[in-house]
């Protein structure tokens, strides 16, 4: 056990995720990912002379799913901002945001540890919506030093959530992001893949150092940015935790003392690089953008947005593990897999009538053949009612578990149903009789064996269940084993 | 059959009843411009072969009794802030010169479906900013009344080439007055529609929440024709209003009987020309003898309308500009180190990043110095710790602007007045005076600021032989009493119907 250590850490994060959107914010553009660079475009996103946007209703619903699912207040009236500042990939010199009246405010989304290492509500400060700009791609490898700028993306929604400061350590941080990773995949409000950049973080950070006089020291915040997974979040957080407190103890530096600060994740490098200085004190020169109308926000629309919304994971997992009667660990598995697997899994566990077995067969086959086949459980082959047929046999006795599993594989492999498999594999239950029986021949035809086990090997009765295997493909290893033990022993 | 001499709503008639083919239509007007546009200087460009090519489709599809639309035939002539894909847009401007838009605004995709006919696109002032045209990088228009004398802006070029004959109608754009001012210095018809009539979507932006877009012609019958097929709701501008388009032509030959019409005090104060002050009140008797009825209205923030405008515009203008960064499209400067200096191009030179100087060189090349002016306005009023004090304070501002005519509109139906102060300035008389200049816009920015519509109509000449124009101004949506009353007006004079003597040789 190590020493707590002699300072807080406090983090904020500002994520931006990409909405699930068939076309853009402002225009219909496509969002598809990967096309060809500046393939969808047109006059608005390229910000042509004389082009106009209009709001895209199905990025405002997505949004409003959001906010609600983190708890937000809603705003009643909502309107569009101007945000000014000259970059290539932001073809109109501003970018459509939201500024003093954000859609959404002052909500929070509560991330607990399911070993119990914390448990941590982080407060959410706004959520707006905003249109991304383009890519810009500097390309030294060419020699030319010239830039390269793709617009498709100039355009496409983006939610900005902005926390608290209210995380204390790098880990509940990934933790958080997972959560609400999960939290908006979910809601089919983003798919979060940070590779495709639809879903980026930004990370605040300082020390909070307890001094003798009983003043609280705090060290400057650094905005940490360029961080291309969670796990980068995580370590880019504590390098940063320890280089500042390496710092607070050479220069006695706080927050105020010096402009705030940006520094940019080295991935392979590890560690964080202070940045350029932005453009100093970058001024925006926010005003409302007369091109759009402002957006009333009614009950009746709010109503219909959280009734369409379904189970958040939070609620989901106690649910599931009421429902059901499975540990809250089990149920913390099953909803951290996505909406998809709970629906596989509520299927199954109705059909047999039982959350435990199918929570057993999900988690110990199911999954794992998923993480083999790298495969979502849309696209696995055994469906609900035919695991449910599998697992129904099972408990009723035609055949135990072991040889369930066999059965499994096979239907996996061959695409053939339950049933099908059952009848020509000649699966039928071996009776106690029959093992009996069985039992007897092997023991009879081994004196070796028998001879072994009686001079104390038990182990040599592994000798016997391949044989039996070959007589009896229905039987159970283990009861093979145990009788033929015991018979031995009475001998 | 001469073409130039008719009205648009004759014109149609005439090209409808066979009396004209649309090429000779065409032709008259595109030979009367090939005369007189090297004097005036109205348009930028001229498509003799297009508007040749599209006049004998129609005649073709009307002789063998294809579908025609409801302005077959019509000449008109484009304000070149409209985005056409068949001419270029320059917007007056350096920055865009020759610049294609891949797109055709809302109105030009309209008339085309109508079958216009479009002869080319007019001059302005850069960007639409200015009340004299004299702010076009490619050269001032000349008043057709008088070669000396400016037009009026921003839409100077549509004014003008409607006035000297070289097109019946023309579309403008009027922020705050470009297209009455003009249509008063040059005795013609202009309407601004209220705000959201007429969609703006490929209207190259000036001033967002001001910029409307309105017909310019000799009369307000023919200015009730064209709104019949610019007006209406457009999907792609989320400012466009739903509200039905009416029949504004049919709606006209009604009189004046109970029509209540404003007049403001102080519109007549000190600086009102004594000749315009005499037409415009010789105007307000026509009306009465036409059946309406005069009464004193308070506009209590009129006096108000120049600075806030003077803020609002340039704001928006600061951030709409913003896009002609010369990575894109439009002017760049050439590359870093070859051309001017950074010094020489506006900024402070040394310390940019050649991406910055390129941004820094393009705009101090491509933009001329009104547009500079204003962009620097606005950015200033935008900025962090101004921001208070000028553009929120300017629209609470605007809020009571537009309450005092509507509150105006309780008691009248209308509210008249002079256009301008004078009639047409000379030529370079206000150049160095930029203040002078904004002051142009003395009663017309009330009207954009207010968010509703006004009429520009001649009501007079000077001694001196220059045209002075009136203007009524209506309550949201108000546009057929508008062109009712201008129309009963014109019914009972012939103001309208007087012509300069040709620039370029008398008509053939």
């Not at chain 1, 080295?266 to 007369?290: L, N, V």
């Not at chain 1, 919304?309 to 149920?331: C, F, H, N």
């Amino acid at each position: 056990m190590t020493a707590p250590p002699p300072y807080t850490t406090i983090i904020g994060l500002e994520v931006h995720v990409q909405l699930l959107t068939r076309t853009k914010l402002f225009c219909g553009c496509s969002t598809r990912f990967g096309a060809a660079p500046n393939t969808q475009v047109c006059p608005t996103c390229l910000g042509l002379p004389g082009s106009l946007p209009v709001m895209n209703r199905q990025a405002f619903e997505l949004a409003l799913r959001a906010a609600l699912a983190l708890d937000c207040t809603i705003a009643p009236f909502t309107k569009w901002d101007r945000k000014n500042y000259f970059y290539p990939d932001l073809p109109k010199g501003y970018q459509i945001s939201q500024f003093d009246l954000p859609f959404s405010s002052d909500g929070r989304l509560e991330v607990v540890d399911p070993k119990g290492a914390f448990s941590r509500t982080v407060g959410i400060i706004r959520v707006h919506l905003e249109e991304d700009a383009g890519k810009s791609m500097h390309d030294e490898a060419a020699g030319t030093a010239d830039s390269r700028i793709d617009l498709n993306r100039a355009g496409t929604p983006l939610c900005e959530i902005v926390t608290q400061p209210d995380l204390r350590s790098p880990q509940e941080a990934r933790a958080w992001l997972n959560e609400l990773k999960l939290l908006l995949v979910y809601l089919g409000v983003s798919d979060c893949n940070m590779q495709e950049g639809s879903l980026r973080v930004d990370a605040n950070v300082n020390l909070h150092v307890p001094q003798a006089d009983g003043r609280v020291a705090k060290t400057p915040i650094v905005e940490i940015k360029n961080m291309n997974s969670f796990r980068s979040v995580e370590r880019a957080l504590a390098y940063e935790t320890a280089r500042q407190w390496e710092e607070w103890q050479a220069t006695k530096a706080e927050m105020g003392t010096t402009p705030k600060q940006t520094r940019g994740w080295d991935d392979p490098a590890g560690i964080t690089r202070a940045q350029r200085h932005k453009e100093e004190s970058s001024d925006y020169r926010y005003f409302p953008e007369p091109d759009l109308v402002p957006v009333t926000v009614s009950e009746e629309q709010l109503a219909a947005v959280r009734g369409a919304m379904g189970e958040r994971p939070t609620v989901l997992r106690r649910a599931l593990a009421e429902r059901w009667s499975i540990s809250p660990y089990d149920a913390d598995v099953l909803v951290n897999q996505g909406r998809e697997l709970v629906a596989y899994f509520e299927d199954v566990a109705t059909r047999v009538g039982e959350g435990k077995v199918a929570s057993n067969w999900l988690q110990q086959d199911v999954l794992r053949t998923l993480n083999e086949r790298n495969e979502s459980v849309d696209a696995f082959p055994i469906r609900p009612d035919a695991l449910a047929d599998l697992i129904g046999r099972v408990q009723k006795g035609e055949f135990d578990t072991s040889r369930g599993r066999e059965i499994f594989a096979e239907v996996l492999a061959s695409g053939r149903s339950v049933a099908d498999v059952v009848a020509t594999l000649g699966i039928a239950a071996v009776g106690d009789d029959e093992l009996v029986a069985l039992c007897r021949e092997l023991i009879a035809e081994n004196p070796k064996i028998v001879a072994d086990v009686k001079g104390g090997k038990e182990q040599a009765a592994a000798g016997l269940i391949g044989q039996a295997k070959k007589k009896n493909p229905n039987v159970n290893p283990g009861k093979v084993r145990a009788k033929c033990l015991e018979l031995i022993r009475g001998m | 059959m001469q073409p130039l001499e008719l009205s648009a709503v004759d014109l149609v008639a005439a090209l409808r009843q066979g009396d004209l083919t649309a090429v000779e239509c065409a032709t008259a007007f595109l030979d009367r411009i090939d005369a007189g546009n090297g004097a005036i200087n109205a348009f930028l460009a001229v498509d003799r072969e297009g508007a040749l090519a599209r006049a004998a489709d129609i005649d073709a599809r009307r002789r063998s009794g294809r579908p025609v639309g409801p302005l077959a035939g019509l000449p008109v002539a484009l304000k070149d802030v409209l985005c056409t894909v068949d001419m270029p847009t320059t917007c007056a401007s350096r920055m865009l010169a020759g610049y294609r838009p891949p797109y055709d605004a809302d109105v030009v995709e309209r008339l085309r479906r109508a079958d216009a006919v479009f002869l080319g696109k007019t001059n302005m002032d850069e960007f639409a900013m200015g009340g004299s045209n004299e702010n076009s990088a490619f050269g001032p228009v000349r008043n057709p009344w008088d070669l000396s004398r400016a037009p009026g802006g921003s839409s100077g070029g549509s004014a003008a080439c409607v006035a000297a004959d070289m097109a019946p109608v023309a579309i403008g754009s009027d922020t705050g007055g470009s297209i009455r001012q003009p249509a008063g210095l040059c005795g013609i018809t202009g309407l601004k529609p209220t705000y959201g009539r007429v969609s703006r979507r490929g209207l190259v932006a000036f001033a967002s929440s001001l910029d409307q877009i309105g017909p310019m012609a000799r009369s307000a019958a023919d200015c009730a024709l064209i709104m019949e097929t610019i007006a209406g709701h457009d999907p792609g501008d989320s400012t466009s209003l739903a509200t039905e388009v009416p029949r504004y032509g049919q709606l006209l030959d009604k009189p004046l009987t109970g029509v209540r019409i404003g007049r403001v005090p102080e519109h007549f104060a000190e600086g009102l020309d004594p000749e315009v002050a005499r037409g415009v009140e010789e105007a307000f008797a026509v009306l009465e003898a036409a059946g309406a009825t005069v009464h004193e209205v308070r506009l209590p923030h009129a006096r108000y309308g120049i600075p806030t405008y003077y803020l609002i515009a340039p704001c928006e203008a600061s951030s709409n500009l913003a896009r002609y960064d010369g990575a894109h499209y439009g002017h760049r400067a050439q590359a870093a180190g070859q051309a001017a200096s950074g010094r020489a191009a506006g900024g402070a030179g040394g310390g940019d990043s050649p991406l910055a100087e390129m941004y820094r060189r393009s705009r101090a090349e491509g933009f001329g110095p009104e547009v500079k002016r204003r962009i620097m306005l606005g950015t200033y009023a935008l900025s962090a710790g101004y921001y208070d004090a000028y553009y929120a304070k300017a629209l609470r501002v605007r809020r009571l602007i537009r309450q005092d005519y509507l509150d105006a509109f309780q008691t009248v139906d209308l509210i008249g007045g002079p256009v301008s102060a004078t009639p047409a300035f000379k030529l370079g008389e206000k150049k160095d005076d930029p203040l002078a200049m904004y002051l142009v816009d003395l009663y017309t920015v009330g009207t954009n600021l207010a968010g509703v519509g006004g009429i520009s109509f001649p009501c007079g000449f000077t001694r001196s032989g220059l045209p002075i124009g009136f203007q009524l101004q209506a309550p949201p949506l108000g546009e057929p009493l508008l062109l009712r009353a201008a129309d009963r007006f014109q019914q009972l004079t012939d103001w309208h119907r007087r012509r300069p003597r040709p620039a370029g040789g008398a008509p053939a």
